[in-house]
């Protein structure tokens, strides 16, 4: 069986079918930027990492799957890389690392206070599950768009360097985003 379908298991296993989101259910919530990301030609770290992105809660939806004490659970699941990247977007305080992201580079750990500076290879895949998370919410709730559009429209166009341009490309598509400059 594929990693993608024990992750599919494990999240019906843990009832991600039952917990509302908008758009139905978080299961459907996973699948989608599992599918997003895949269909954007992200890694398959990436891709695992959509789908179970929201294991330890998120800053922005505080439901856990598994509790961050058992994180092997989910590296035995996804593997390592992916695991990280489901912790550090799970760990992530939007509010003091989104702004600064960019140019910093650092990441403001909300369940332990750390700071994490992320590897060059970290943050484009942080991004850009970052980027499609937001973009689901906002297709499954266009009134989400209507109150944050302006928001992820300057934050999203500030991590265009960063974020891959198929990424920066769905979100110009969906929200009118700015294009990353090549150079």
Known sequence: MSA??????????RG???IPHPGGTLYAHLCRVHDRLADLGC???AQLAGLAHAGYGTDGFDVTLLDRADRVT???LIGDDAEALVYLYGACDRRRTWRQLAEAGVVVDR?????????SDQRQPF??????NE???????????????DYFRSLFA?????????VIGEAQRLLGVARRQSG
Do not use: C, M
């Open 4 to 13: 993608d379908s024990e992750v599919r298991r494990w999240l019906r296993q």
């Open 16 to 18: 991600a079918e039952t």
């Open 43 to 45: 890694d398959i770290d």
């Open 74 to 76: 989910l590296r035995n």
């Open 111 to 119: 369940f332990t206070d750390q700071t994490w500076h992320l590897k």
């Open 127 to 132: 991004v850009d599950l970052s980027i499609v």
């Open 135 to 149: 973009l689901d919410v906002i297709e499954q709730d266009p009134a989400t768009a209507d109150r944050y559009g």
């Open 158 to 166: 500030a991590w265009a360097p960063i974020a891959s341009r198929q």
